[in-house]
């Protein structure tokens, strides 16, 4: 719980398009912390936008771990949001030990964790985004840039249901995708059926005729200002995630189709132009300085939380965080068809302190009602801090990976880099719900075959190249892939061929060799047909048969270069 | 504006790149180096032919547009667009589509007259492995004019 020590008083942000000031409120020692203080905002201007993304389908309080490493390499290095830790909260002048390392970084994170408590919860956003509402009920915008149907037990049983209904009880203006795109065409569009607000994905076509599949762009009009909201979904949604589920839809940057639909917004009147956009923080700001016309992109999928806007020319961007740990809140003065002043803050949702919406609280109960029993589940205890979030193994990565080569007799595992997952603390029960958190997908089965050393490291060298090439629009998203049983040495700056070397087969300490076959587990491959009990059960019989586990940090990935 | 000699060994950056994919090959796989050569000997010659001792500028006329990572290497869409008045004075008369590492480089040749009012064609190709695809218009002028991009083939997966 709270201490004395380091709360939150806000000291308000300042922005303007000058870029002047840090808008990320102080944390003053000996003030307590209130919801109040998390919400408070000197309003600005005529439009409000709030911004939620990539909350991947947690409905209740949970512990978020910011990454410790995110290389980034070509005109992004050493840029935001390619600097963590004790960096991060030097460049923003944060206060370590406090709420905003808690918030912001992996500093002390399982100390701080234990003194601020959860982060998160649908409810408490709830609570947050009506307050907003109720000061600024005719300016305000709440805009959700997607991932939110996938990544808990109970929308995985629901197939993505339980999350519509709360994002229509939530009011949500629009949204754009990626992970719901998993569930498959069909399930997709049954739940458009039930969505209440539009779906933006202007970058959505049809294989036949690369035709639109979904409508591009929404129209609002807020505090007089007209503005267009233009989606942007994932743009390698069918390569970083089966094809199989969605065969007749072609994604892709579109580039120019972002630049016309912005040229038109404008020609018929819109002031304000936003990009609701899924492509990830490098591919937005390499985009903002090549399409001409976007006042505000509200960038996601690459899960980056940043206390400020970035800007490239006159375009802001904003990161929202992951996993409902913040809601952006970003007032806009549009004046004469242009924004002519903006003030920014990350509010962090600080669960113990958001008093919950009792609407909103009494839907998550009755959504989660029926799975109570399984999601409560007790499979055993962990001794270390479990996350998964940053470049390489994360140490509930090297769990999945320990539990696929004991489970799947296997002497090498593969676990995908995803950057969802909730953490968990030294101590803490893991569930059946926990277990979910970092695992549910609708291609679920964990696979065992055979690879060759040579294939391995084509495996490496293309995820790596999907994660470090030095041009944003060759990137796919993601981390690196998750190895168990298996040591290397990536240089991230280096070509595709040469960032993978020193491959080391950890059983005996041998090179790996390029003719010889492993007995590789792995789970979330993207082909169709793939055989093998669903990842979660595998998790599940090797937790319950250690009863109680530890991970020790892996040292068998080893970073150059950087 | 770049020009890109077509006699000599002046394609300098695809040149470099396709070096570097070639040592990658010889690190993974340890018999493919061959074919790569002949393919990419092949890609040239065919835009040699094409241009016949004239040379193609990367004059920003020709717009050639391509999935920045293919979502099936089997089918990859592509859409040529040539800045042309398409008028009997001044118009399109061919655009050359090679993929210079694919086993036969040639994917298409599009034919235009001034009728045609505008030098656009879109097609589908299947492309073996991440390579550069490159446009060449010839022009009524007698002048040739190219772009180039590149298009990554990947196994996918990881992401998100």
Redesign the interface.
Same mark, same amino acid.
Request: zero cysteines; proline letters at 6%; hydrophobic letters at 30%.
């Given at each position: 719980m709270l201490s004395r020590r380091d709360f939150l008083q806000v000291a308000l942000a300042t922005g303007a398009l000058s870029g002047a000031g840090n808008a990320w409120p102080s944390f003053a020692a000996g003030t307590m912390l209130t919801e109040a203080e998390l919400l408070a905002f000197e309003p600005l201007g005529n439009v409000t936008l709030l911004h939620i993304t990539d909350i991947h389908a947690q409905l209740v309080p949970l512990y978020f771990r910011e990454p410790s490493i995110n290389v980034g390499v070509g005109e992004s290095k050493g840029l935001p949001p390619h600097i963590t830790g004790k960096a991060f909260l030097a460049k923003y002048g944060l206060e370590a030990g406090g709420a905003q390392a808690y918030a912001l970084s992996d500093q002390g994170f399982s100390t701080l964790a234990r003194e601020y408590g959860r982060v998160g919860g649908v409810d408490r956003l709830a609570t947050m985004i009506k307050a907003v509402r109720a000061e600024r009920p005719d300016n305000t915008l709440f805009l959700d840039g997607g991932?939110t149907w996938q990544g808990s037990y109970t929308s995985y049983q629901t197939q993505g249901e339980d999350m519509v209904r709360v994002m229509n009880a939530l009011g949500t203006d629009a949204m754009t995708a990626?992970?719901e795109f998993t569930y498959g065409t069909e399930r997709v569009t049954e739940l458009l059926e039930q969505l209440a607000f539009p779906f933006l994905a202007n970058n959505v076509r049809d294989t036949d005729w !690369?035709e639109p599949v979904f409508d591009g762009i929404a129209t609002f009009e807020r505090g007089g200002t007209k503005i267009a909201v233009i989606g942007q979904a994932?743009?390698? %949604? +069918? =390569? $970083? /995630?089966p094809?199989y589920k969605i065969p007749t839809w072609?994604?892709?940057?579109r580039e120019?189709a972002v630049q016309a639909q912005v040229d038109k917004a404008r020609a018929e009147g819109a002031e304000l132009v936003v990009l609701l956009s899924h492509n990830g923080f490098d591919v937005d700001r390499k985009l903002a300085g090549r399409v001409q016309g976007i006042d505000v992109i509200l960038t996601g999928?690459t899960h980056d939380a940043l206390p400020d806007a970035v800007t490239v020319g006159k375009t802001l961007l904003i990161a929202s965080g992951s996993h409902g740990k913040f809601l952006s809140r970003l007032d806009l003065d549009v004046r004469d068809g242009a924004v002519k002043g903006y003030r920014y803050k990350l509010m962090p949702v600080f669960s113990d302190i958001v008093t919950p919406d009792p609407e909103i609280a009494a839907l998550v109960e009755e959504v989660r009602a029926p799975h109570k029993a399984e999601l409560n589940r007790v499979l055993g205890k962990t001794e270390s801090l479990l996350y998964r979030r940053g470049n390489f193994n994360g140490t509930f990565d090297d769990l999945i990976c320990q539990a696929l080569l004991e489970e799947r007799d296997a002497e090498i595992a593969l676990s +995908?880099?995803?950057?969802?997952g909730a953490s968990l603390l030294p101590g803490q029960d893991i569930t059946v719900e926990d277990v979910h958190n970092v695992t549910s997908i609708t291609y679920p089965a964990a696979y065992r075959s055979e690879m060759t050393g $040579?294939f391995l490291? %084509?495996?490496l060298?293309?995820?790596a190249? /999907?994660l470090f /090439?030095p041009?944003p629009?060759?990137q796919?998203?993601?981390?690196m =892939?998750r190895v168990g049983g298996l040591g290397y040495t990536i240089d991230p700056g280096e !070509?595709?061929?040469?960032r993978i070397s020193n491959m080391t087969f950890l059983a005996t300490g041998a090179p790996i060799e390029?003719e010889k076959n492993y007995t590789v587990a792995g789970w $979330?491959? =993207?082909n169709e047909g793939t055989e093998g009990p669903p990842i979660w059960d595998v998790v599940e019989g090797y937790i319950t048969n250690h009863t109680t586990v530890s991970v020790t940090p892996n040292d068998a990935v080893k970073v150059v270069g950087v | 504006m770049k020009a890109l000699g077509l006699k000599g060994k002046t394609m300098e950056d695809m040149t470099r790149r396709d070096a570097l994919a070639f040592a990658a090959g010889l690190v993974a796989i340890t018999v493919l180096p061959l074919p790569v050569l002949a393919a990419e000997e092949t890609a040239m010659d065919e835009i040699n032919k094409f241009v016949g001792g004239g040379e193609a500028a990367e004059s920003g006329r020709v717009t050639l547009e391509t999935p920045e990572i293919a979502e099936n290497g089997n089918t990859v869409p592509l859409t040529v667009m040539v800045d042309s008045p398409m008028t009997a004075d001044d118009y399109v008369k061919r655009v050359l589509i090679v993929a210079d590492a694919n086993p036969r480089p040639g994917v298409a040749t599009f034919h235009f007259s001034p009728k045609s009012g505008v030098a656009e064609a879109s097609t589908r190709m299947r492309l073996a492995r991440t390579q550069n695809v490159i446009a060449v218009a010839e022009l009524s002028d007698g002048s040739f004019h190219m772009a180039k991009s590149m298009v990554k083939v990947t196994i996918g997966g990881c992401g998100g």
């Open positions: 991932d990626h992970w !690369e994932f743009p390698y %949604t +069918p =390569v $970083a /995630n094809r072609s994604f892709g940057i120019e999928h +995908p880099g995803f950057r969802w $040579a490291k %084509t495996v060298e293309d995820v190249d /999907n /090439n041009d629009y060759y796919q998203g993601g981390d =892939v !070509e595709i061929g040469k390029a $979330a491959s =993207v | -």
